[in-house]
């Protein structure tokens, strides 16, 4: 992509890396929209595109001397914001990687705490259901609730999906859930053993 320059480009570049703030303004304003919609398109966001873009002047006001050796301005700003760019979205990228296991380690933890409670008696009405569970399920509950091995572990290890992995222990709560509550000393195991108490 190729910025229209401005008719004195030269000049204003010149002048810019002596110091003068009058000609980098002109700089700035002349290139500042048209590099915004080109890092906008890349991004789609705005706040990222204008704070990308400023970043740029800001740098190249820092090193304005180096501008005398520069033969296109536009080039140049193109050259920073595009690595600027593509840094920005692969910082973003990470964040969601960490913020998705982050949630997946935060569901794992609330799902395993609906039947995680500390009485043996209730664990050993919890041991009992397991035993009801399908083959796989059973596997996979035992592996993420006993073993405490993330999703992508136990995929590993079964030669299934993470996504079905997930699925099988869903199945797995519910039904546990489901045959504790089917006897009604275990409800009210269940609801004595779970209320907090209030001081």
């Known amino acids: 992509m190729a910025f229209r320059p401005h008719s004195n480009e030269s000049a204003l570049m010149f002048a810019a890396a002596n110091g003068d703030e009058r000609?980098?303004?002109?700089?700035?304003?002349?290139?500042?929209?048209?590099?915004?919609?080109?890092?906008?398109?890349?991004?789609?966001?705005?706040?990222?595109?204008?704070?990308?873009?400023?970043?740029?002047?800001?740098?190249?006001?820092?090193r304005r001397s180096t501008l005398e050796n520069i033969t296109?301005?536009?080039?140049?700003?193109?050259?920073?914001?595009?690595?600027?760019?593509?840094?920005a979205l692969k910082k973003i990228a990470a964040?969601?990687?960490?913020?998705?296991?982050?949630?997946?380690?935060?569901?794992?933890?609330?799902?395993?705490a609906l039947l995680d409670n500390p009485a043996e008696e209730f664990r050993t009405i919890i041991a009992k259901s397991v035993e009801k569970l399908p083959e796989q399920q059973r596997k996979v509950y035992i592996?993420?609730?006993?073993?405490?091995?993330?999703?992508?572990?136990?995929?590993?290890?079964?030669?299934?999906?993470p996504t079905t992995v997930k699925k099988h222990i869903q199945l797995a709560v519910k039904f546990i859930q489901k045959d504790i509550a089917s006897n009604k000393f275990d409800i009210s195991?269940?609801?004595?053993?779970?209320?907090p108490l209030i001081l």
Do not use: N, P
């Open 95 to 112: 964040q969601k990687v960490l913020q998705a296991e982050l949630e997946q380690y935060l569901m794992q933890e609330e799902e395993m």
């Open 72 to 87: 296109s301005f536009g080039a140049y700003l193109l050259t920073i914001c595009r690595h600027d760019t593509f840094k």
């Open 143 to 161: 592996m993420s609730r006993y073993d405490r091995l993330k999703y992508e572990e136990i995929a590993q290890k079964l030669g299934l999906s």
């Open 23 to 62: 000609a980098f303004s002109k700089l700035f304003y002349w290139y500042y929209k048209q590099l915004g919609a080109y890092v906008f398109k890349i991004t789609d966001s705005q706040i990222l595109a204008e704070e990308i873009v400023q970043d740029a002047f800001v740098k190249i006001w820092l």
């Open 189 to 195: 195991l269940a609801i004595i053993l779970t209320t």
